[in-house]
């Protein structure tokens, strides 16, 4: 059993992955109202100024700014109210010296106005005379032409992922429909003698796939669409033929090998068997996760996940997400959030390798109803209900050797 | 204009509303696989225990524990291997004094065997005996039946929103249908007569509708269902009309009011109108969002939103998004992850009042490549691309008076 000869630090691992293949150009054209969290594949450019006319951003008067210079509630200056603007409409009028006009907030303003005054700086004497109490500046109370976006702007860069405020943006402007990236196909192949589909009945000796659905569900958050290929005998033919079917069909591929020995060093023959340059890493220095292969098939990655579904899951989230956001083409500017506590016991680790435990948050009454502490949960890495039980991960660098309890955490949410 | 006679703090408002109606109990049957992000509406029960047999974690030999007792490299124990166990059956032998037989990882315990000796502690001599290099205790390198789950266990509480961990837990137990909660149906009503479908081209003073669109993507990121109603008129008539019909459909409605005095003051009238007790708070202390109107209309929850997009967005994740939680029965056990960042310059807030600035994360390359910067985003906070360009939104709770450049916050990602 050669295996994990030279184990590889699970980031250098990743950059090597992703170094090696790129991502594939198809796109779609898709309804903006349904895009939320898909990926733009051009830079959007604003068609049109927002907004595309003077706004007020109060209730009050639309004026002429050097009119009301001077003004104050004990020597107030006098306009004469020629008519209010209308909501969702041109103003009939265009001001002039020493006139104004009702407005709304969000409304136009008349020509020959620079600023609002707001109602609660005027009095109202006569049904078409106004006290001005306080001066404003030109421009004041007034969204300008442009301000938010100019015409031709970019507005949203290529490989943004759509949230709601873009879906807002991309409607202000009255783009209804837009071109994003299509989701990335993820070939899923289950591999080992032992297991079953999860609708059979146990029998002994048997176990029921989970790791299938586990990674479909974890594609499908990432923003990928998952096709399953099944279970497949630990044959070299057969894993060879699904494996190359997925690989024909989908952007890439990833086995969940069998638990034993046997079946994990299969997935590297048949990745070595489907094309060059073949496995680029085996082993890779993490807990959970140690038996990882990361290989690429004629430009294809392909990733060979241990079957102990812990593991499964937690490899999945370090190096099946990032290829689904590279062959996505989304560009990660923000790091990922996290929930700071502090842990209950000490939790020891091999220095040079990079741990991932399972957490259980839980409220700190005692100091404040906002603090958290975290314990691991306890119950071997390789049982599926320890993920369940768990609220996040936290990670252990490699450059350390344990935690110590009260130490300050980050732990990702699962 | 008598709005805003007693504003109320965020988190009470939010309590006063979520005290004042109860969840729907709508569930439905589903697909395990397909059920990602539900939320459970029952208790879940292992019908059978996890794992169902004793299963081998290593690779090696099945043997009687005590038959290893004593063992050592320089005083080998020697057993007789009866055989091989087969991945995915039952062992064909039972193991007896002195016996022992090949084990992979995942495969059934034969009978009589309690623990399983790794076969790097190992040495064959002959094809049917192997040397034993140290001893194993009971229960070593096994999973018991059990371990993971018992029988008739409660594994995943009612009121649990599925995530990759509890799909698989599912099918290791073979429950491939579930039943959990209905969607809550969220009727969305935009008003103001300056708004126009988002398709239409913009004449002067008329703008797209944004919220409507916004909210609908904020509700579907909840795990609710968006119900748009459409954009109504400034009239009372109307909006009874529409708000009557969302309630009659659905188990919420939101109203994203026109930016006028006049039309936000339509909104809490329609609350009062449309059933007891109408509206209970009219005026948050928080900025962007000062005039939110809640209410309860015959058991059901109704949201009047600012007419601004960025107030909107910010109220409703406030205030919308628990909301669908409620409905939903979602049992929130973890706090709400962020990014830690230093903000770059000082920003004034008043004090008793809370504040939401959105901000951009930059990366910090001077001190570290993990360690981020935030700036505010500047422009006025009613333009859409204000949120478009931030990535998170920083919370000045109402007990401060602003932040100082320097100071460590929370960034929650938008």
């Not at 096709?227 to 630990?234: E, L």
């Not at 062959?327 to 790091?335: E, N």
């Not at 990922?336 to 209950?344: D, F, K, N, S």
């Not at 609220?391 to 252990?396: A, Q, S, T, W």
Request: with cysteine.
């Amino acid at each position: 059993m050669p295996e994990f000869l030279k184990l590889i630090p699970p980031q250098e691992a990743l950059d090597l992955l992703l170094d090696s293949f790129s991502q594939p150009s198809r796109v779609e054209d898709f309804e903006t109202e349904s895009s939320l969290g898909r990926v733009t594949s051009l830079p959007i450019m604003a068609p049109h100024a927002l907004p595309s006319f003077m706004r007020s951003t109060v209730d009050g008067y639309a004026v002429i700014a050097a009119d009301t210079h001077g003004a104050s509630e004990t020597l107030p200056v006098y306009l004469s109210i020629i008519g209010e603007v209308p909501m969702g409409d041109a103003p009939g009028f265009q001001i002039s010296a020493t006139k104004c006009m009702g407005m709304h907030t969000g409304g136009m303003l008349p020509k020959g106005a620079d600023a609002v005054i707001m109602l609660e700086d005027t009095q109202q004497v006569k049904p078409n005379e106004v006290e001005i109490l306080c001066s404003v500046a030109d421009g004041e109370n007034v969204l300008q032409i442009g301000e938010d976006v100019k015409s031709g702007q970019e507005v949203i860069p290529s490989g943004t992922r759509i949230r709601p405020a873009e879906v807002g943006g991309l409607m202000a402007l009255g783009i209804t429909r837009l071109q994003v990236r299509c989701k990335p196909k993820v070939g899923i192949i289950s591999s080992g003698d032992e297991v079953i589909p999860p609708g059979s009945n146990l029998s002994p000796g048997r176990v029921r796939d989970i790791n299938s659905y586990t990674l479909a569900a974890l594609v499908e958050y990432a923003g990928g669409n998952s096709v399953r290929y099944g279970i497949i005998p630990d044959q070299l033919e057969a894993m060879i033929v699904s494996v190359s079917q997925a690989l024909e069909e989908c952007d890439t591929a990833v086995i969940t090998a069998g638990s034993s020995a046997s079946s994990r060093d299969l997935t590297a023959q048949v990745i070595n068997e489907l094309g060059d340059p073949g496995v680029l890493v085996h082993g890779v220095n993490v807990k959970p996760g140690k038996p990882t292969i990361l290989g690429i098939c004629e430009g294809k990655p392909v990733i060979g996940l241990p079957g102990n579904p812990v593991s499964a899951l937690v490899i999945a989230s370090l190096f099946v997400v990032p290829v689904v956001d590279m062959l996505l083409g989304v560009k990660i500017s923000t790091p990922r959030p996290y929930v700071p506590a502090r842990i209950t016991i000490n939790i020891a680790s091999i220095a040079g390798r990079e741990d991932w435990v399972a957490v259980r948050l839980i409220k700190n009454e005692v100091i404040s109803s906002n603090e958290y502490v975290v314990e691991p949960v306890f119950g071997k890495s390789n049982l599926i209900f320890t993920l369940a039980r768990a609220d996040g991960l936290v990670r252990i660098p490699a450059d350390v050797t344990g935690l110590n309890a009260g130490d300050l955490v980050e732990v990702f949410l699962l």
